[in-house]
């Protein structure tokens, strides 16, 4: 197995539904998904990254049959209800298990895990605990956007998984120390969002034109890749997977041929340097601030 490849998540997102900025392809066919997941079999990638929220993507992987993959999948909000916690996160969780035709799933996450900190937080956490003990599911945790609400969520609460936002850009997980104190935790860490929905492999001139203020970091991204002899994709992959405390690294797939460049491009790995590519801007690295 090539260095990094036991890390990857094969991310769903576009198997349910068109996603990302830059999707040109929009939903991945059927016959493509299945066509992945052998090449991902036969490369041992054994992680898929899933979602109820993501259109039909648990039908089309239990269509296929995923009984040799570690499966994440996420919860909806539970923003509007004020009880019956327990109740909700057990249907939900069978539905994904009905949908994919498992038994039982990897790990279940927060999709917004504020809602820990409001006033039904400990409930929405017993719920959690409640599918762990049933054997629905082995790990929980969180997905968030942002470190800031951290400190306040694991003082509170033991979590065994979270995704991170974390690419060549957006480095606030490292920054903010708390990728060495997940370590320290013994909690799994997936960066997601590694090419920030497709926009750090694409041309600055055939993105929205709401990214043109931040045209010097994409001149310092691409001289970066010219000057090192790396394409995009080769430097995003490698940046994350080269980062020792991070366990699994998702990576969206729209068809066969991105994922064999993806595969490709960890083939020769090579530690640089590339501190100074940072970026703090909200505005950049925030897709929720995006106004697209």
């Known amino acids: 197995m090539g260095f990094g490849l036991e890390k990857l998540v094969i991310g ?13 392809h929009g939903k991945v066919s059927e016959k493509e998904v299945e066509s992945i ?14 979602a109820i929220s993501y259109g039909n993507s648990e039908n089309v ?23 019956s916690f327990s109740k909700l996160c057990n249907e939900s969780l069978q539905l994904s298990l009905k949908n994919l035709r498992v038994s039982s799933i ?6 917004r895990p504020e809602e820990l900190l409001g006033s039904n937080g400990k409930s ?11 054997g629905l599911v082995k ?22 998984a979270i995704q991170v936002p974390l690419n060549i850009f ?36 055939y993105l929205p034109a709401y990214f043109q203020k931040w045209s010097s970091d994409f001149k310092k991204m691409s001289h970066f ?11 995003c992959l490698q940046f994350v997977t080269q980062i020792p405390e991070v366990d699994k690294v998702i990576v969206g797939v729209e068809n066969e041929k991105q994922f064999s460049e993806i595969i490709s491009a960890l083939s020769a790995p090579r530690k640089l340097e590339s501190n100074y590519l940072e970026s703090n801007d909200l505005g950049l690295i925030n897709p929720i601030d995006w106004k697209l």
């Open 12 to 24: 769903t997102a576009q198997f349910g539904q068109d996603y990302g900025v830059t999707n040109t």
């Open 37 to 50: 997941l052998e090449t991902a079999r036969t490369l041992g990638i054994k992680n898929l990254d899933t």
């Open 61 to 83: 992987l239990g269509n296929i049959g995923i009984d040799d993959f570690h499966v994440v999948t996420k919860l909806a909000s539970f923003e509007s209800m004020t009880s």
């Open 106 to 111: 990897d790990t279940v996450l927060l999709h």
């Open 124 to 134: 929405i956490y017993r719920a959690l605990l409640d599918v762990k003990d049933k």
């Open 139 to 160: 790990n929980i945790g969180i997905s968030i956007y942002s470190p800031h609400i951290l400190t306040e969520i694991t003082s509170k609460y033991v979590i065994d």
């Open 170 to 205: 957006d480095r606030r997980i490292i920054s903010s120390g708390w990728l060495n104190r997940f370590k320290d935790m013994n909690v799994t860490v997936t960066a997601r969002s590694i090419f920030l929905q497709g926009v750090l492999l694409s041309n600055l001139n």
């Open 225 to 235: 890749c010219q000057v090192n002899s790396l394409s995009n994709l080769e430097a």
